[in-house]
C-alpha cells in the first residue's frame, strides 16, 4: 500500500500519560493535515503542514497537542497528560498541490484510548 | 463562520431506489464542495467534487448556491453504495483547510 500510512492503529494509554502518532504522507505529497474523529462525528481540522511548515491550528489543538514535520515528510501529533476527552480517532491526510480542488488523501487513522 | 450539515444520521433504501443525500453549508463567499466516502473497513477516501461535474459510481451531486445545497443523488441504489458519506466544504479563503459534516450512513436493503 503506498497511500499515507499511520501508526500505531490503535493506541490505549492511561489518563496523564502522554502519546506520540506518526503519519507518513504520500511521498510527493507536499502538505500534510491531521484531523480528529469522535464517534458520530465528522473529521475535525486540527492542523495543516505545508512542506515543514504549520502554517494553521485549529483552536481544538490545546496547548496539550504539539505536532511536527522537521523535514518536510512524516509528521507526528503528540498529546501531553492525555485525558479522557482525547479519545477519539486522529487522521492524517495528504496532497500534492495548493490549489483549488486538489483531491486529499487519507491514512487509516489511530485510534486513542484513553483509560 | 464555515459550517456543513447533514440532517440525516441514517439513511435506508432498498436496492434499485433512488438515493439522496441531503447536505447544506453556510459560507457567505464561494465555496468548494466534496462528498467524501468510507466504506466499512477502508479509509476516507473522495467520492466526488462539485467543480469536476463528473459522476462518479452513478453519483452526482450539483452545487445550488441559493439554497446552499450539494445534494448527493443516485438513481438507482446498489448495494455496495452501502458507506458512511460526509459532505465537506473548503473555503476560498482557506485553499486546505476541509471542514466536513457529521456524515450520514447509508444502508442499502437488497
Known amino acids: 500500500d503506498t497511500g499515507v500510512s499511520q501508526d500505531p492503529r490503535h493506541k490505549i494509554t492511561k489518563r496523564g500519560q502522554n502519546v506520540t502518532f506518526r503519519c507518513d504522507p504520500i511521498?510527493?505529497?507536499?502538505?500534510l493535515y491531521w484531523y480528529r474523529q469522535t464517534l458520530g462525528q465528522g473529521p475535525e481540522f486540527l492542523t495543516y503542514?505545508?512542506?515543514?511548515?504549520?502554517?494553521?491550528k485549529s483552536r481544538l489543538l490545546s496547548d496539550r497537542f504539539s505536532a511536527e514535520r522537521p523535514k518536510g515528510s512524516f509528521s507526528t501529533l503528540e498529546i501531553q497528560r492525555t485525558e479522557q476527552g482525547d479519545s477519539a480517532m486522529y487522521l492524517c491526510?495528504?496532497?500534492?498541490?495548493?490549489?483549488?480542488?486538489?483531491?486529499?488523501?487519507f491514512g487509516q487513522g489511530t485510534r486513542l484510548t484513553v483509560v | 463562520a464555515q459550517r456543513v450539515t447533514q440532517p440525516e444520521k441514517l439513511l435506508s433504501v432498498f436496492k434499485g431506489a433512488p438515493v439522496e443525500l441531503k447536505c447544506n453549508y453556510s459560507?457567505?463567499?464561494?465555496?468548494?464542495l466534496f462528498w467524501y466516502v468510507q466504506y466499512s473497513r477502508q479509509r476516507l477516501q473522495l467520492l466526488l467534487r462539485?467543480?469536476s461535474r463528473e459522476s462518479i459510481k452513478g453519483f452526482t451531486a450539483d452545487l445550488n448556491k441559493g439554497e446552499t445545497s450539494f445534494h448527493l443523488k443516485k438513481p438507482f441504489a446498489q448495494e455496495e453504495d452501502s458507506a458512511m458519506y460526509y459532505c465537506?466544504?473548503?473555503?476560498?479563503?482557506?485553499?486546505?483547510?476541509?471542514?466536513f459534516g457529521p456524515g450520514t450512513s447509508l444502508s442499502v436493503i437488497p
Open positions: 462539485h467543480i
Open positions: 491526510a495528504s496532497n500534492g498541490e495548493g490549489l483549488h480542488g486538489a483531491e486529499a488523501f
Open positions: 459560507y457567505s463567499g464561494s465555496p468548494e
Open positions: 511521498s510527493e505529497h507536499n502538505r
Open positions: 465537506a466544504l473548503r473555503a476560498e479563503t482557506s485553499y486546505d483547510k476541509v471542514i
Open positions: 503542514f505545508q512542506n515543514e511548515a504549520q502554517l494553521e
